[in-house]
């Protein structure tokens, strides 16, 4: 079952936070964030395991709400190399499959 | 050095002909993967090949066959293309089948059939 991603779209200034959620109707096991370029292939950036723990690397971090099933993706003072399309993937269960979100465009304008 | 690598990177054919995608990965993986992104660029999973054998298989048309000749490789082949059936085709792989573990993509190869 996919997740769902919102927003779809957001657009920042250089500085600007954002944030970008995943939420399911089923219990998670894990909940995987990548990033796509236009034109590219989607990069990893992090996994949040089940236990509501959060991460985070240089200004992204996530978290994850074992609870309510839900994932969030903190982007602080938005840099013009953080455009893209984020996709949210989910697993339900220990090597069960990896089922992405619709996306979310973000766009950082200088 | 590409860690998963495909090949063609685009493709463009007619509707009835057959091809083939290429992929193969470098990273001592167990585990691949064949994802299809189409024009509204959803990710969806097609086929998961663990040690050459197939434990994922989604509801994919059965002109699609992928094909694992050894752990380093899978490749997918299509028959009797349709128009639907462009979209940016991702080979990708992960450690092994367990859960939590990073997927590593390849580039895409872009197919379009007029």
């Known amino acids: 079952q996919q997740p769902v991603q919102s927003p779809q779209a957001v657009i920042l200034r250089e500085g600007e936070d954002a944030v970008i959620n995943c939420s399911s109707s089923k219990a998670l096991y894990s909940v995987h964030w990548y990033r796509q370029k236009h034109g590219e292939a989607p990069v990893f950036l992090m996994i949040?395991?089940?236990?509501?723990e959060q991460k985070g690397h240089d200004k992204i971090s996530a978290s994850f709400n074992e609870k309510k099933q839900q994932s969030s993706l903190y982007l602080t003072a938005s840099q013009l190399s953080y455009s893209g399309t984020y996709f949210c993937?989910?697993?339900?269960?220990?090597?069960?499959?990896?089922?992405f979100g619709a996306g979310t465009i973000l766009r950082v304008k200088s | 050095d590409t860690a998963v690598s495909q090949t063609p990177k685009y493709l463009v054919t007619q509707m009835g002909n057959d091809k083939s995608i290429k992929c193969e990965q470098n990273l001592g993986h167990d585990t691949m993967y064949w994802y299809k992104q189409d024009s509204k660029k959803f990710l969806k999973i097609m086929f998961s090949y663990n040690n050459k054998e197939l434990i994922i298989n989604e509801t994919v048309p059965n002109r699609f066959s992928p094909k694992s000749p050894d752990k380093a490789h899978l490749n997918l082949h299509i028959n009797s293309l349709e128009l639907g059936d462009s979209a940016v085709y991702f080979c990708?792989?992960?450690?092994?089948?367990?859960?939590?573990?990073?997927?590593?993509f390849g580039e895409g190869s872009w197919l379009t059939v007029v």
């Open positions: 949040l395991l089940k236990g509501g």
């Open positions: 993937g989910t697993e339900r269960k220990y090597g069960n499959k990896l089922v």
């Open positions: 990708a792989s992960s450690q092994d089948r367990s859960a939590g573990n990073t997927i590593y």
